[in-house]
């Protein structure tokens, strides 16, 4: 089983939907969650934090769920600029150490 | 700060060359990373650093990978001798807390 599990998509979006993904990890022991962004042909970028109460930034909302180690993200009101490679990353330890990056999800918001 | 420096951008070898990647992190970044990332594979963490010193080696593929930081500013991933498997875009990250600032990675490409 893969530290972090993505499904791959792609995910076709129409212009203002709501569109979710969720992502899975192995280690129970986990630490820390991110969301990272990916364009094409680009590095990775951090898009947000994922904190154990949820939290929302603008038109995202990232939560966690512990008990069933899984983390999701939701985009509300999609915009075309939001089409990109969404990246699931988890740390193991309590720093930046060892981040372990899922295999990303990649959504397309159709005009 | 220039944010994470990568050189090349772009490195086109023969199977059997010495390939040696570098990367410059961000100035009083403590930690430092060299990922992999493919179409089948997605992102792999092969090695990362803390304070200059390798924790960490165990995504190394095998011998023909090794890599260096002889002081803070400084980075290099080099394979010996390289194989047409080798190919693809390798990203070197650095951080100081929980977000970790990626460069723009080296395509490489072996044939």
């Known amino acids: 089983r893969k530290e972090v599990e993505q499904d791959p998509g792609p995910f076709n979006v129409p212009e203002g939907a709501t569109v979710a993904f969720n992502c899975t990890y192995s280690?129970?022991?986990?630490?820390?969650f991110f969301w990272y962004r990916q364009d094409c042909r680009k590095e990775p970028k951090l898009l947000m934090s994922?904190?154990?109460?949820?939290n929302e930034d603008g038109r995202f909302t990232a939560q966690l769920n512990r008990a069933s180690q899984y983390i999701s993200l939701l985009i509300r009101d999609s915009k075309l600029s939001d089409s990109a490679t969404y990246l699931c990353?988890?740390?193991w330890g309590f720093g930046n150490e060892k981040l372990t990056f899922g295999t990303g999800t990649r959504l397309t918001i159709i005009p | 700060d220039a944010g994470v420096i990568q050189s090349p951008r772009h490195e086109v070898t023969e199977m059997g060359q010495e390939v040696t990647l570098r990367c410059k992190p961000i100035?009083?970044?403590?930690?430092l990373f060299w990922y992999r990332q493919t179409m089948m594979r997605g992102l792999e963490l092969l090695i990362y650093?803390?304070?200059?010193?390798?924790?960490?080696d165990s995504g190394m593929p095998e011998d023909r990978f090794s890599a260096k930081m002889p002081n803070a500013s400084f980075s290099t991933l080099k394979i010996q001798p390289s194989e047409p498997r080798d190919s693809a875009v390798y990203f070197c990250?650095?951080?100081?807390?929980?977000?970790?600032?990626f460069g723009q990675g080296t395509r490489l490409t072996v044939v």
């Open positions: 990250a650095s951080s100081s807390d929980t977000e970790a600032f």
């Open positions: 100035s009083g970044h403590d930690y």
């Open positions: 650093f803390n304070n200059n010193v390798p924790i960490d």
């Open positions: 280690n129970s022991a986990s630490q820390s």
């Open positions: 994922v904190y154990s109460s949820g």
């Open positions: 990353v988890v740390n």
